[in-house]
């Protein structure tokens, strides 16, 4: 198997009309700390435990985390989901996993 097939997956679409905008937070929050690529449409950031792939969409932020095991998913998207919370906080989310 090769290193893709066998990290544990999950995804989440975020309503919100500040997709952009909160993906250029992120990744820059991120920046300082991590090794992070991005624009307004797409961003991905390697974290200690996985990777975090995020998209703006019209009307909702695509995220896609790929932790290297099952035990380290919950953190990974965790850790996520508390920093993206922090940047709307005028708005309240609805973050929902799916695990792949």
Not at 16 to 26: C, D, F, G, R
Not at 28 to 37: C, D, E, L, S
Not at 51 to 78: I, T, W
Request: hydrophobic share 40%; aromatic share 8%.
């Amino acid at each position: 198997m090769t290193e893709q097939q066998t990290r544990a997956t999950s995804h989440a679409s975020i309503p919100t009309e500040h997709a952009s905008k909160y993906l250029q937070q992120l990744c820059k929050h991120f920046a300082h700390k991590r090794p992070v690529t991005f624009d307004e449409h797409r961003g991905q950031i390697s974290l200690m435990s996985g990777d975090c792939y995020l998209q703006a969409e019209d009307a909702a932020l695509a995220l896609r985390v790929e932790a290297e095991d099952a035990e380290n998913l919950p953190q990974l998207e965790d850790v996520v989901v508390r920093h993206l919370v922090r940047f709307a906080f005028r708005e309240e989310l609805q973050v929902e996993w799916t695990k792949a």
